[in-house]
C-alpha cells in the first residue's frame, strides 16, 4: 500500500497567493548603476525609500555608482600577509634574536632544573 501526504509540498498557512491576500505592493521605482566593467543593474526601491549612492554590481561583485561616465573605482585588495609578516612588521631582526635568545635560555634552565 502506498502511503501519501495529501498536503506535500505545501507549508502550513500557505494559502493562495495574490495581492488581494497580501495587500497592496508598495509603489516602486527602478534605479540605474554602473560598475567600473561597464555593467548595468537596475534594482527595485521604493518610492519613499532612500536610494544609495553605490549599489554592488551583481554581476561582477564591483561597487557601482549612479553616474554611468564615472562609475566608483574597484576598491584596493592588499595582498595576503602571513602571521610572519606582521611579525616582522613589528618587530627589527635585533628584538627577534633577542627574544629568541630569552626563551632559549628559558627552555635550557627548564631543563637543567
Not at 15 to 30: D, F, K, L, Q, T
Not at 52 to 63: F, H, Q, S
Not at 78 to 83: D, G, L, R
Request: net charge positive.
Amino acid at each position: 500500500m502506498v502511503g501519501g501526504n495529501a498536503i506535500r509540498g505545501t507549508r502550513i498557512g500557505a494559502g493562495p497567493s495574490g495581492e488581494s491576500e497580501r495587500g497592496e505592493a508598495a509603489p516602486r521605482r527602478r534605479v540605474p548603476y554602473w560598475c567600473a566593467n561597464g555593467h548595468e543593474s537596475r534594482p527595485s526601491f521604493s518610492m519613499d525609500a532612500e536610494i544609495p549612492e553605490e549599489w554592488d554590481c551583481p554581476r561582477c561583485g564591483l561597487p557601482a555608482g549612479r553616474n554611468r561616465e564615472q562609475p566608483p573605482a574597484a576598491p584596493r585588495t592588499e595582498p595576503y600577509k602571513s602571521h610572519l609578516a606582521y611579525v616582522k612588521e613589528r618587530r627589527s631582526d635585533a628584538d627577534g634574536e633577542a627574544i629568541l635568545a630569552e626563551a632559549l635560555e628559558r627552555l635550557r634552565r627548564r631543563r637543567e632544573g
